[in-house]
């Protein structure tokens, strides 16, 4: 497995794999990898011939008062589950080799950014779209791998490759859970283990929403309802938002007739943890 820094050498070592017909399969992520990567390079690696992981903390879909400082950083602890997973390249490139000088093209996205996360993360969406797009320009993959517990992620870069013609397949991978339920995420090292404990809170909210609607409630007030009332239980947590929105547009639905995204987003102490589920019909 090499790891590389530039473009220049992404694009070689693709542009070879192409000429021997094998297909590439990519895993674009901020590193300080889990299970929930590992489970994306899996996939990668059962579907593709060569598998690439970038690596990149991408300062653009960070707000000005957001961890982008913080955010947890192990490179060789990510190399080593690269490796094990059977990666073959590493694209892990310094802010300069990503936005140059005079950088001052973007990709944005109007609807399915605007609700949800991208209320309380307004840049965000447009940082993903940017570095999304550079990234596949950069990669050319056949397949690009992301995880359902980013479901807004999801759903925007659907969109963002069907609108703009991406030559890409991009395939959703469900969300990889701790045996107690809670959703992995590089995030969850912020918490205390006062913390850890109450953020337990997320799934099971959702697991009381999902509960009422399998027992045949569709009205969106009363599982919307259940699932508040589950998380002001926890006196550590602070709802960010808690919405049932349909799954392909994001919008707010009063009712469920097609498939449908409950999904939220929580402050555990400072930090802010998202969970989700879909439920289809
Ligand atoms: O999901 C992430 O880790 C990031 O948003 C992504 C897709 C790698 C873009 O920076």
């Not at 999904?263 to 879909?278: E, M, Y």
Request: hydrophobic share 40%; with cysteine; proline share 4%.
């Amino acid at each position: 497995m090499e790891l590389v820094k530039t473009i220049q050498e992404v694009r070689v070592a693709v542009k070879a794999w192409k000429k021997q017909g094998l297909t590439v399969g990519f895993v674009p992520t901020m590193g300080y990898l889990h299970e929930g990567h590992r489970s994306l390079m899996d996939a990668a690696a059962a579907q593709n011939d060569k598998v690439v992981v970038s690596i990149f903390v991408n300062p653009m879909q960070f707000g000005p008062t957001e961890d982008l400082e913080q955010y947890p950083r192990d490179l060789e602890q990510d190399r080593n589950l690269c490796e094990a997973a059977g990666a073959a390249l590493i694209f892990h490139p310094e802010p300069e080799e990503m936005y140059g000088k005079n950088f001052c093209s973007f990709v944005d996205m109007t609807g399915l950014t605007e609700g949800l996360c991208g209320k309380s993360r307004p840049v965000h969406f447009r940082g993903v779209c940017t570095v999304v797009t550079k990234l596949l320009h950069i990669v050319q993959p056949d397949r690009a791998y992301f995880g359902q517990k980013d479901a807004q992620q999801l759903a925007v870069v659907r969109r963002m490759v069907e609108d703009l013609n991406m030559d890409v397949t991009i395939v959703g991978c469900p969300i990889i859970r701790e045996a107690d339920g809670l959703a992995k995420s590089s995030r969850n090292t912020y918490l205390s283990s006062e913390e850890r404990q109450a953020a337990l809170v997320l799934s099971r909210a959702l697991k009381a929403g999902k509960e009422k609607l399998e027992q045949g409630v569709r009205e969106a007030e009363p599982i919307l309802a259940v699932i508040r009332e589950t998380i002001r239980q926890e006196p550590m947590a602070k709802i960010d938002y808690v919405e049932l929105v349909d799954a392909e547009t994001l919008q707010p639905i009063d009712r469920v007739e097609r498939d449908a995204l409950a999904a939220l987003a929580v402050f555990i102490g400072k930090t802010r943890l998202i969970d989700n589920f879909i439920f289809t019909i």
